[in-house]
T-cell receptor, first 112, second 112 residues
């Protein structure tokens, strides 16, 4: 069966510091991968998606970037965090063709 | 712009009663519809998917879809305190590559 892992689960970072969140999928090949953010009082916002190695689509212009160095690895990064980057970051993959989205455990980021 | 609307609640339902959650969406070309349950501090969990007009039942859950009215609902029968959570409605717009669009969720409270 397919599983998706994210780390770290929780982190507290100062404003201006860098960020790296990692996501790995097991049990499937060439998955479509997604980064969502859930900020306090707001819905799930799609940040990036990837249909293959090196292929990244950005949904929202922001202080973040994403990379897909391997088929089942998806990384979310920032060079300098802002207070507004605080939130719950969720990596997900989607089944084909039913289009069901499955999430990892999430990474909770607090920027101080 | 793709929009998914839900009443934020909280919706309070006595234990054993039927909880009814509603969702409307803006894009008529939407093809897939999902309900997720999210406990506080956890990632969303898929509980129902529906693709054609009518009802779909799975245990105590029934999803209802009316594409003409652009309306999706979720009924939870014999509500239990463990059903207390935020329920997210999500819509897919075809192809799956660009992910799902989520509503902000309805907070459901089941009162013992």
């Amino acid at each position: 069966s397919q599983t998706i892992h994210q780390w770290p689960a929780t982190l507290v970072q100062p404003v201006g510091s860098p960020l790296s969140l990692e996501c790995t999928v097991e049990g499937t090949s060439n998955p479509n991968l997604y980064w969502y953010r859930q900020a306090a009082g707001r819905g799930l916002q799609l940040l990036f998606y990837s249909v293959g190695i090196g292929q990244i689509s950005s949904e929202v212009p922001q202080n973040l970037s994403a990379s897909r160095p391997q088929d089942r690895q998806f990384i979310l990064s920032s060079k300098k965090l802002l207070l507004s980057d605080s939130g719950f970051y969720l990596c997900a993959w989607i089944t084909d063709p039913r289009g069901e989205l499955f999430f990892g455990e999430g990474s909770r980021l607090t920027v101080l | 712009q793709k929009e998914v609307e839900q009443n934020s609640g909280p919706l309070s339902v006595p234990e054993g009663a039927i909880a009814s959650l509603n969702c409307t969406y803006s894009d008529r070309v939407s093809q897939s519809f999902f309900w997720y349950r999210q406990y506080s501090g956890k990632s969303p969990e898929l509980i129902m998917s529906i693709y054609s007009n009518g009802d779909k039942e799975d245990g105590r859950f029934t999803a209802q879809l009316n594409k003409a009215s652009q309306y999706v609902s979720l009924l939870i029968r014999d509500s239990q305190p463990s059903d207390s959570a935020t329920y997210l409605c999500a819509v897919g717009f075809g192809g799956g590559a660009d992910g799902l669009t989520f509503g902000k969720g309805t907070h459901l409270i089941i009162q013992p």
